[in-house]
């Protein structure tokens, strides 16, 4: 089979908080064999940077993405459902485009729009705001102001056509993370991308709907991970590398990667961070697969944490949950 060509590998169409993308060369030796994923799950989709990688890597028969963001699925949904139409609304926004085009723009209500306008909205308003930022009020209004761009790139049309093939036969939902627990299943791989516990005191940005991610909602995912695991799931979690996380996941295998920070209001706070991702599987060898990353050929920056000082290896693993797998 020929490669395909650039113009057909969807890429997020969304500037996102947490965006996965510069994470996916390491990230790839970290999911389970291909021949044992069947199904996966993203409950915080985001840009849905993974979603694409595990596609053309594990090539899952089915997907599900979630999110509790009905904007953001809804932008998906219009996507996968009706992309022409998107296309044609965001060349009028791409015309039209000026400040007091965007601020009439941002003053719409979503609930007044057709779901092709919404998501056109969604896009527009991403390309051309402030960092890209999602970021909405107390009321759910999307409140960040215009970002300064000399030629925003508000339209990407082979690539929405790509991520609207890409889309075809996925399940996509809108809905709390605790609603995972219905519908995953013994065998699924699931990936959780939450909104990442803060590193510090003014790092709070948490907000991407009107109820923010605060340490509560960290331990009810804790919970809900647990859970999956005593089901048989494969579960892979992100979040910040802070003592909570730690005590949270406490008896998993715990990785770190290498990140950077691309949004913060001071360019001199973006830099380079370690993230932690928590497994409750074994990797699968790094084996160079069809379609792998680039960043794949060179040796990803992956440490695993040491869970309990001391101890050898064959004793920390013995110390991790069991869990019981379906062939």
Not at 198 to 209: D, G, I, R
Not at 250 to 271: E, M, P, Q, W, Y
Request: charged share 25%; glycine share 6%.
């Amino acid at each position: 089979m020929p490669p395909r060509k650039r113009s057909d590998i969807p890429r997020p169409f969304l500037k996102w908080a947490g965006g996965k993308t510069q994470l996916l060369g390491q990230f790839e030796v970290l999911y389970p064999n291909e021949s044992l994923v069947k199904r996966y799950l993203e409950p915080f989709v985001g840009s849905a940077a993974v979603f694409f990688q595990i596609r053309g890597l594990l090539k899952p028969a089915e997907m599900v993405l979630a999110d509790s963001n009905p904007e953001l699925i809804n932008a998906y949904r219009a996507i996968q459902q009706e992309v022409e139409q998107v296309i044609r609304l965001l060349a009028r926004h791409r015309r039209a485009h000026s400040q007091e085009h965007f601020y009439r723009i941002r003053a719409l209500q979503p609930s007044a729009l057709s779901p092709e306008e919404q998501a056109a909205r969604t896009i527009y308003l991403n390309k051309t705001c402030f960092n890209g930022l999602y970021r909405v009020n107390s009321r759910g209004g999307f409140n960040v102001p215009i970002g300064r761009y000399d030629d925003p790139p508000i339209l990407d049309a082979r690539n929405l056509r790509a991520v609207s093939a890409a889309l075809r036969g996925v399940e996509l939902r809108e809905g709390h993370f605790r609603d995972t627990l219905q519908y995953a299943r013994k065998g699924d791989f699931i990936y959780f991308d939450p909104p990442y516990q803060p590193l510090s005191s003014t790092a709070l940005f948490t907000a991407y709907t009107r109820n923010s991610f605060g340490p509560k909602d960290q331990e009810t995912l804790a919970e809900v991970f647990r859970l999956l695991n005593e089901r048989g799931c494969r579960v892979m979690l992100s979040n910040s590398d802070t003592p909570l996380i730690h005590r949270l996941y406490r008896g998993f295998d715990l990785r770190t990667v290498d990140a950077r920070r691309s949004i913060n209001s001071k360019a001199s706070r973006r830099g380079a961070i370690s993230e932690i991702v928590v497994l409750n599987y074994e990797p699968s060898d790094p084996i160079v697969r069809e379609g792998s990353t680039k960043c794949h050929l060179a040796k990803p920056r992956l440490r695993r944490v040491r869970q309990s000082a001391g101890l050898s290896a064959k004793r920390r693993r013995a110390q991790l949950p069991t869990l019981s797998f379906s062939s």
